[in-house]
Structures are given as structure tokens and as C-alpha cells.
């Protein structure tokens, strides 16, 4: 298990682990989210290649409708 922080809080996961299975484990609905790891906005269409490694830093960014 390694530990990551997701928007400030932190995550034991699998080793090994790839993005998407972080957002799955964490029962996020990818729709209108943007996801960026150590400050870096990773496309939707990588969130499978892209393995987190211990104390990486992710944030999660809703879309919200206003005006």
C-alpha cells in the first residue's frame, strides 16, 4: 500500500495503482471533472496509463454551473 493526497486528504492504495482505479475506488463521478497529479492536468484518456506512486499529490476539480 502507498498513500497519496487527494485534495488534501490522505489515501492508502494498491501499489501500482493507475488513476482511474483511484477515482473508481473513490466512487467519483468522472463526468465534468478535471484531474491534475503533482500539478500536472492529466487528459481523461490517460487515466489508465498513469500509475500514482506514494505522496503524490492529486486534485480534483468539479465543473459547477453558475453565472
Given at each position: 500500500?502507498?498513500?497519496?493526497?487527494?485534495?488534501?486528504?490522505?489515501?492508502?492504495?494498491?501499489?501500482?495503482?493507475?488513476?482511474?482505479?483511484?477515482?473508481?475506488?473513490?466512487?467519483?463521478?468522472?463526468?465534468?471533472?478535471?484531474?491534475?497529479?503533482?500539478?500536472t492536468?492529466?487528459?481523461?484518456?490517460?487515466?489508465?496509463?498513469?500509475?500514482?506512486?506514494?505522496?503524490?499529490?492529486?486534485?480534483?476539480?468539479?465543473?459547477?454551473?453558475?453565472?
Open positions: 500500500m502507498i498513500t497519496v493526497n487527494v485534495n488534501n486528504q490522505s489515501h492508502s492504495i494498491k501499489k501500482e495503482s493507475s488513476l482511474k482505479e483511484l477515482i473508481a475506488q473513490l466512487r467519483i463521478v468522472t463526468q465534468g471533472i478535471a484531474v491534475a497529479v503533482n500539478h492536468i492529466i487528459p481523461h484518456t490517460d487515466w489508465s496509463t498513469i500509475k500514482l506512486q506514494s505522496e503524490d499529490t492529486i486534485l480534483i476539480i468539479q465543473a459547477t454551473q453558475g453565472g
